[in-house]
């Protein structure tokens, strides 16, 4: 069984500050990650994944997230934030094999302020 | 190209009363998962397909949960008996190369 925690439930950051949103995860097995987004009133959308290679994964709208195995980690990060990017984010987890249910953290908001 | 629909967007039922919520894939996707998001938690894994066989479901709560997926397309999530513990967000994903997985928008479950 594997699970994800998230510990922050929401962090507020000015515009154009850097951002850490802090995942770790727990698993008997080796790991596929990922990060997804989701806007208010809309549906989950892959930021980034972890499959395999760099341990550095660059996504979308200017977000990366490093995999550290020794710290069972995955925390994504952005050095400059937008009004934009003000959403809920989840980190999940999943079998490192293809078409596994993915288990998911309980979700971190990220309030940008103006 | 469509992304995953899911109908209705919201359904409002009576405790004890039967409820389908329908979930379209992307056109040539073979996986489908159903998941679950209370308030304030992440998404819950309920069951995945893959064609028309269920392929893997352990998530579904208990025996008034059922799915089906008959043509190996759209997928057809059944609760009997509803519960107010069943009010929730019921998401469908789809996925073509089992690696990334694409959310509909959800059927908001309310159980009065």
């Known amino acids: 069984a594997q699970s994800v925690t998230q510990l922050d439930s929401q962090v507020p950051v000015f515009e154009e500050a850097p951002v850490e949103l802090r995942c770790n995860y727990s698993?008997?097995?080796?790991?596929?990650l990922f990060w997804y987004v989701q806007y208010p009133n809309q549906g989950l959308q892959l930021l980034l994944k972890?499959?395999?290679?760099?341990?550095l994964v660059k996504g979308i709208n200017g977000f990366e997230a490093e995999f550290n195995k020794s710290q069972t980690s995955f925390h994504l990060r952005k050095p400059s934030v937008h009004i934009s990017d003000t959403a809920e984010y989840f980190c999940?987890?999943?079998?490192?094999?293809?078409?596994?249910?993915?288990?998911f953290g309980t979700g971190t908001k990220l309030q940008v302020i103006p | 190209g469509a992304g995953v629909s899911q109908t209705p967007s919201n359904k409002v039922t009576e405790k004890g009363k039967y409820v389908e919520l329908r979930c379209d894939p992307i056109?040539?996707?073979?996986?489908l998962y159903w998941y679950r998001q209370s308030l304030g938690q992440g998404p819950e894994f309920l069951i995945y397909?893959?064609?028309?066989?269920?392929?893997?479901d352990s998530g579904l709560p208990n025996d008034r949960f059922f799915a089906v997926r008959p043509e190996g397309s759209v997928s057809t999530l059944k609760i009997q008996r509803t519960e107010r513990g069943d009010s929730a967000v019921y998401l469908c994903?789809?996925?073509?190369?089992?690696?990334?997985?694409?959310f509909g928008p959800g059927t908001r479950l309310t159980v009065t």
């Open positions: 397909f893959q064609g028309t066989g269920a392929a893997d």
């Open positions: 698993s008997s097995v080796s790991v596929y």
């Open positions: 999940a987890v999943s079998d490192d094999k293809g078409y596994q249910k993915v288990t």
């Open positions: 056109s040539g996707h073979t996986a």
């Open positions: 972890y499959l395999s290679g760099s341990t």
């Open positions: 994903a789809s996925s073509r190369d089992g690696y990334e997985q694409y």
